[in-house]
């Protein structure tokens, strides 16, 4: 295992660690105890991660187990980028254990990067809509009655 600032990183996630720039990751344990407040744990964009998956839903065994960074948490599914660069998207209804290998970011609510991100993202998507209402006005008035 290497060390990196401060927190064991397996082989595999150290090559991953390295391709993110290698961010510092020394501080961003979570914390379990204390006040509620201060408390930061659960997992987080870009954490890096091993799952074991139900082997009945894989033909061949050695599929049920992933190893990698989480890049997104929908509803039903993670999207993992997995130790060889493969995007998967796994169905949480196939996941027996999941474990926290590191975090690489902050928790959410003290991601300074990924809230002016999201920021960003809500400017953009409500031009785009602003965009598609303008260019359709008046082009579809089947909704209205008289």
Same mark, same amino acid.
């Given at each position: 295992?290497?060390k990196?600032?401060?927190?064991?990183?397996?082989?595999?996630?150290?090559?991953?660690?390295e391709?993110?720039?290698?961010?510092?990751?020394?501080?961003?344990?979570? $914390?379990?105890?204390?006040?509620? #407040?201060?408390?930061?744990?659960g997992l987080?964009r870009d @954490?890096?991660? +091993? =799952?074991?998956?139900n082997?009945?839903?894989?033909?061949?065994?050695?599929?049920?187990?992933?190893?990698?960074?989480?890049?997104?948490?929908?509803?039903?599914?993670?999207e993992?980028?997995?130790?060889?660069?493969?995007?998967?998207?796994?169905?949480r209804d $196939?996941?027996?254990?999941?474990? #926290?290998?590191a975090?690489?970011?902050?928790?959410?609510? @003290?991601?300074? +990067? =990924?809230?002016?991100?999201?920021?960003?993202?809500?400017?953009?998507?409500?031009?785009?809509?602003?965009?598609?209402?303008?260019e359709?006005?008046?082009?579809?008035d089947?909704?209205?009655?008289?």
């Open positions: 295992m290497a990196k600032s401060g927190v064991d990183l397996p082989d595999w996630a150290k090559t991953m660690w391709d993110m720039g290698s961010p510092e990751l020394q501080g961003l344990e979570s $914390v379990y105890n204390g006040d509620l #407040l201060e408390r930061r744990q987080r @954490d890096f991660v +091993e =799952l074991h998956l082997v009945q839903a894989f033909s061949d065994p050695e599929d049920a187990h992933i190893r990698g960074r989480l890049i997104s948490s929908g509803k039903s599914s993670l993992i980028l997995t130790e060889d660069g493969r995007c998967v998207f796994i169905s $196939v996941i027996v254990k999941m474990e #926290l290998i975090h690489t970011r902050p928790a959410y609510i @003290d991601d300074k +990067e =990924l809230l002016a991100f999201e920021r960003e993202d809500m400017k953009r998507r409500s031009k785009l809509h602003e965009k598609v209402e303008k359709t006005k008046g082009n579809d089947s909704h209205l009655w008289g």
